[in-house]
Protein backbone atom coordinates (compact mmCIF):
# COMPACT_ATOMS: atom_id res chain seq x y z
CA UNK A 1 0.00 0.00 0.00
CA UNK A 2 1.75 3.50 -1.02
CA UNK A 3 0.17 6.06 1.12
CA UNK A 4 -0.10 9.98 0.01
CA UNK A 5 1.21 12.38 2.29
CA UNK A 6 0.67 15.95 1.66
CA UNK A 7 1.71 19.54 3.27
CA UNK A 8 -0.37 22.35 2.95
CA UNK A 9 1.60 25.73 1.87
CA UNK A 10 1.80 28.61 -0.52
CA UNK A 11 5.17 28.01 -3.26
CA UNK A 12 7.93 30.72 -3.40
CA UNK A 13 10.49 31.67 -1.06
CA UNK A 14 8.09 34.95 0.43
CA UNK A 15 6.09 32.38 1.79
CA UNK A 16 8.51 29.98 2.95
CA UNK A 17 8.43 30.25 6.50
CA UNK A 18 5.28 31.48 7.35
CA UNK A 19 2.97 29.87 9.79
CA UNK A 20 0.87 28.67 6.60
CA UNK A 21 3.57 26.73 5.07
CA UNK A 22 4.08 24.33 8.00
CA UNK A 23 2.78 21.97 6.47
CA UNK A 24 5.53 22.35 3.62
CA UNK A 25 8.34 22.52 6.48
CA UNK A 26 7.23 18.63 7.61
CA UNK A 27 6.80 17.04 4.69
CA UNK A 28 10.80 19.22 4.63
CA UNK A 29 11.79 17.06 7.23
CA UNK A 30 10.18 13.69 6.00
CA UNK A 31 12.40 13.98 3.00
CA UNK A 32 15.46 14.93 5.00
CA UNK A 33 14.76 12.06 7.53
CA UNK A 34 13.75 9.05 5.02
CA UNK A 35 16.15 10.25 1.95
CA UNK A 36 13.40 11.10 0.00
CA UNK A 37 14.54 13.56 -2.95
CA UNK A 38 11.41 16.29 -3.63
CA UNK A 39 12.52 16.71 -7.55
CA UNK A 40 9.21 15.81 -9.27
CA UNK A 41 7.19 18.20 -10.36
CA UNK A 42 4.37 17.27 -11.94
CA UNK A 43 0.40 17.37 -11.21
CA UNK A 44 0.35 20.58 -10.24
CA UNK A 45 3.03 19.13 -7.52
CA UNK A 46 6.41 18.73 -6.33
CA UNK A 47 7.02 15.45 -5.10
CA UNK A 48 9.24 12.09 -4.24
CA UNK A 49 8.47 8.63 -3.54
CA UNK A 50 10.53 6.46 -1.15
CA UNK A 51 10.33 4.81 2.45
CA UNK A 52 9.43 6.00 5.54
CA UNK A 53 9.65 3.14 7.77
CA UNK A 54 9.66 0.67 5.84
CA UNK A 55 6.32 2.19 4.36
CA UNK A 56 6.06 3.31 0.87
CA UNK A 57 5.17 7.11 0.48
CA UNK A 58 4.64 9.98 -1.70
CA UNK A 59 5.49 12.90 -0.36
CA UNK A 60 3.70 16.11 -1.57
CA UNK A 61 3.95 20.12 -1.56
CA UNK A 62 1.08 21.55 -3.83
CA UNK A 63 2.65 24.47 -6.41
CA UNK A 64 -1.50 26.22 -6.59
CA UNK A 65 -1.74 28.10 -3.61
CA UNK A 66 -3.22 27.45 -0.31
CA UNK A 67 -7.09 27.84 -1.25
CA UNK A 68 -7.00 25.66 -4.72
CA UNK A 69 -5.08 22.70 -3.04
CA UNK A 70 -7.63 20.25 -3.98
CA UNK A 71 -6.93 20.72 -7.47
CA UNK A 72 -3.20 19.71 -6.65
CA UNK A 73 -4.07 16.45 -4.26
CA UNK A 74 -6.89 15.11 -6.45
CA UNK A 75 -4.38 15.38 -9.72
CA UNK A 76 -1.41 13.26 -8.26
CA UNK A 77 -4.05 10.86 -6.20
CA UNK A 78 -5.91 10.35 -10.10
CA UNK A 79 -2.10 9.48 -11.26
CA UNK A 80 -1.29 7.12 -8.80
CA UNK A 81 -4.74 5.60 -8.48
CA UNK A 82 -5.03 6.59 -4.89
CA UNK A 83 -8.43 6.18 -2.11
CA UNK A 84 -9.33 8.74 0.64
CA UNK A 85 -7.93 6.34 3.42
CA UNK A 86 -4.02 6.71 1.17
CA UNK A 87 -4.44 10.61 1.97
CA UNK A 88 -2.94 11.78 4.90
CA UNK A 89 -2.88 15.98 5.10
CA UNK A 90 -0.49 17.71 7.18
CA UNK A 91 -1.86 21.12 7.94
CA UNK A 92 -1.29 24.65 9.74
CA UNK A 93 -4.21 25.05 12.44
CA UNK A 94 -5.03 28.15 14.28
CA UNK A 95 -7.49 26.90 16.79
CA UNK A 96 -4.86 24.98 18.66
CA UNK A 97 -1.65 26.21 20.72
CA UNK A 98 1.33 26.52 19.06
CA UNK A 99 2.91 23.60 18.81
CA UNK A 100 0.55 21.27 19.71
CA UNK A 101 -0.23 18.56 17.75
CA UNK A 102 -3.77 16.81 16.95
CA UNK A 103 -4.24 13.90 14.74
CA UNK A 104 -7.78 13.40 13.10
CA UNK A 105 -9.60 11.35 10.66
CA UNK A 106 -12.10 12.82 8.77
CA UNK A 107 -14.03 15.77 10.18
CA UNK A 108 -14.79 19.41 8.42
CA UNK A 109 -12.48 22.12 7.29
CA UNK A 110 -12.77 24.61 10.44
CA UNK A 111 -12.20 27.43 7.54
CA UNK A 112 -9.31 26.30 6.39
CA UNK A 113 -9.52 27.02 2.83
CA UNK A 114 -6.26 24.09 1.76
CA UNK A 115 -8.68 21.33 3.61
CA UNK A 116 -11.88 23.01 2.07
CA UNK A 117 -10.11 22.70 -1.16
CA UNK A 118 -9.75 19.37 -0.78
CA UNK A 119 -12.61 18.13 0.47
CA UNK A 120 -14.60 20.15 -2.07
CA UNK A 121 -13.00 18.03 -4.65
CA UNK A 122 -12.74 14.41 -2.95
CA UNK A 123 -16.43 14.76 -2.00
CA UNK A 124 -15.68 13.70 1.36
CA UNK A 125 -13.74 14.23 4.33
CA UNK A 126 -11.92 10.18 5.17
CA UNK A 127 -8.37 10.98 4.89
CA UNK A 128 -6.29 11.96 7.92
CA UNK A 129 -5.06 14.87 9.08
CA UNK A 130 -1.95 15.91 11.09
CA UNK A 131 -2.94 19.33 12.47
CA UNK A 132 -0.13 22.09 13.74
CA UNK A 133 -0.94 24.71 15.82
CA UNK A 134 -0.12 28.19 15.63
CA UNK A 135 -2.28 29.63 17.95
CA UNK A 136 -5.40 31.98 17.03
CA UNK A 137 -3.68 35.51 17.55
CA UNK A 138 -5.55 38.50 19.08
CA UNK A 139 -5.45 41.99 17.53
CA UNK A 140 -5.73 40.95 14.22
CA UNK A 141 -8.80 42.48 11.96
CA UNK A 142 -7.71 39.53 8.78
CA UNK A 143 -6.85 36.15 10.10
CA UNK A 144 -4.78 35.73 6.66
CA UNK A 145 -2.44 38.90 7.64
CA UNK A 146 -1.76 36.21 10.78
CA UNK A 147 -0.94 32.92 8.71
CA UNK A 148 0.44 34.58 5.96
CA UNK A 149 3.45 36.13 8.54
CA UNK A 150 6.50 34.45 9.01
CA UNK A 151 6.52 33.05 12.55
CA UNK A 152 7.69 35.11 15.91
CA UNK A 153 11.92 34.89 16.62
CA UNK A 154 9.92 33.13 19.89
CA UNK A 155 8.10 30.80 17.52
CA UNK A 156 10.98 30.46 15.34
CA UNK A 157 13.23 29.00 18.41
CA UNK A 158 10.72 26.17 18.87
CA UNK A 159 9.73 25.52 15.42
CA UNK A 160 12.55 22.51 14.94
CA UNK A 161 11.21 20.34 17.68
CA UNK A 162 7.60 20.82 17.01
CA UNK A 163 8.25 20.10 13.12
CA UNK A 164 10.00 17.14 14.67
CA UNK A 165 7.03 16.35 17.05
CA UNK A 166 5.19 16.18 13.76
CA UNK A 167 7.35 14.25 11.79
CA UNK A 168 7.02 11.97 14.20
CA UNK A 169 3.33 11.67 14.54
CA UNK A 170 3.17 11.06 10.57
CA UNK A 171 5.42 8.09 11.31
CA UNK A 172 3.31 6.87 14.47
CA UNK A 173 0.60 6.81 11.78
CA UNK A 174 1.95 5.32 8.98
CA UNK A 175 3.50 2.12 11.32
CA UNK A 176 0.89 1.98 14.13
CA UNK A 177 -2.11 3.29 12.62
CA UNK A 178 -4.32 6.34 13.70
CA UNK A 179 -6.10 5.34 16.76
CA UNK A 180 -2.48 4.65 18.34
CA UNK A 181 -0.80 8.38 17.03
CA UNK A 182 -3.70 10.10 18.43
CA UNK A 183 -3.30 8.56 21.50
CA UNK A 184 0.48 9.15 21.32
CA UNK A 185 0.00 12.77 20.15
CA UNK A 186 -3.08 14.48 20.84
Given amino acids: MVNL ?9 RYRYTRHNTGFLVIDELARRNGIALEERRYKTRFG ?7 EAILAKPLTFMNLSGLAVGRIMEV ?4 KKDLIVIQDDMDIDFGRIKIRQGGG ?5 G ?23 KGYNDLSD ?5 FSDDERILLRGIIGRATESVETLLCEGVQIAMARFN
Wanted: no cysteine.
Fill in 80 to 83: FNLG
Fill in 146 to 150: YVLEP
Fill in 109 to 113: HGGHK
Fill in 5 to 13: IVGLGNPGR
Fill in 115 to 137: IESIRDLLGASGFARIKVGIGRP
Fill in 49 to 55: RGLIKEH
